[in-house]
């Protein structure tokens, strides 16, 4: 039976490959405001930089340091036996394939969106799905036993490519901090920017903190609200209004959920404004998208701010 997501990701986790890594934390001068805010019901956490450092501090598609595409791109085609069934030019096979990817990755960004103003979410399957079909055309075999169909393949292909293009880790205290609101209680769920495989990469990141319980016994799985299964992206209002209609729907009102997240102008400041309330967390100077004077900015000033994770304990005032 072919490998899940989850399962795929913890088989590569256990063979003997070479991974980018973030950088190394960089602390910011900060003092954090973490006095209990009442009446919180339920907790959202933005994903990469907040509970996962990445390099770059959000997802990425492309680099503009051409080593990083280069080295991502020669690793996907090694692993998945790709070169015979591409086409023969001059040059390695990854430059072969870059424009490929690339007009690909375009043609994904380029995609409309139902409301106005709503920022369209690339699917990174579907780009490697469109490569997956023009290798098709010239023979290209895979074990299917391993990797399941072709969008089971193209979600496997993405996964191991952006592992290969974004070093990836979880932030300090991240397991720590979402097992108190679980056990604590609160419902919990993700309002982030993510692919098919953003939840199998945090929990395999998770994990290596510490005993890692069942997905679903640390979120909710009704409150789960990812960019790629909507086809946008933040700051998309679309997004957060999916999110708070899940939550409604279980009897949990804007104002009694807190939304946690590094990036203020583009995250916390559409939750906000929504009736959400938010929490800025400061951790690390790489991760964090916000500049001092929008924190003066009654209208957009997070209500919370935190300097690590587990400080989430304090403002939910869990014991």
């Known amino acids: 039976m072919p490998k899940s997501l989850l399962e795929y990701a913890a088989w590569l986790a256990n063979r003997d490959l070479i991974w980018p ?24 956490w933005s994903i990469y930089g907040t509970l996962l450092r990445i390099s770059g501090g959000v997802l990425e598609f492309d680099s503009t ?18 070169w015979n069934s591409m086409t023969r030019k001059p040059g390695a096979p990854w430059e072969t394939m870059l ?107 998770l994990g290596a903190q510490g005993t890692l319980p069942p997905l679903w016994d640390l979120f909710d799985s009704e409150c789960m609200t990812l960019s790629c299964e909507e086809g946008v992206r933040k700051p998309s209002k679309t997004l957060y209004e999916t999110s708070l209609k899940r939550f409604a729907g279980k009897g949990i009102p804007p104002g009694a959920i807190l939304h946690v997240g590094t990036r203020l102008k583009d995250d916390l400041a559409i939750a906000k404004e929504f009736g959400m309330r938010t929490a800025l967390y ?27 994770l587990d400080q989430i304990r304090d403002v939910l005032g869990i014991v």
Request: net charge negative; no cysteine.
């Open 65 to 82: 340091e051409g080593i990083q595409i280069q080295i991502a791109l020669e690793k996907t085609i090694d692993e998945f036996n790709m």
């Open 99 to 205: 424009p490929k990817y690339r007009r690909f990755l375009e043609e994904r960004r380029m995609v409309g969106t139902e409301r106005k103003g709503d920022v369209p979410e690339v699917d990174s399957a579907e780009v490697w799905l469109r490569v997956i079909s023009g290798l098709l055309q010239k023979e290209y075999d895979y074990d299917q036993l391993l990797y399941g169909d072709l969008d089971d393949l193209a979600e496997k292909i993405a996964l191991f490519f952006h592992a290969n293009l974004q070093g990836v880790e979880a932030s300090p205290h991240a397991l720590q901090a979402v097992q108190s609101v679980s056990q604590a209680g609160i419902a919990q769920g993700v309002l982030a920017d993510g692919q098919w495989f953003t939840l199998a990469q945090m929990l395999q990141a």
């Open 21 to 44: 890594k973030p950088p190394k934390i960089e602390p910011v001068k900060a003092k954090p405001f973490i006095k209990p805010l009442p009446g919180i019901r339920a907790v959202t």
């Open 282 to 308: 400061t951790g690390d100077r790489l991760m964090l998208k916000a500049e001092p004077v929008d924190l003066k900015n009654p209208d957009i000033k997070p209500d919370r701010l935190l300097t690590d």
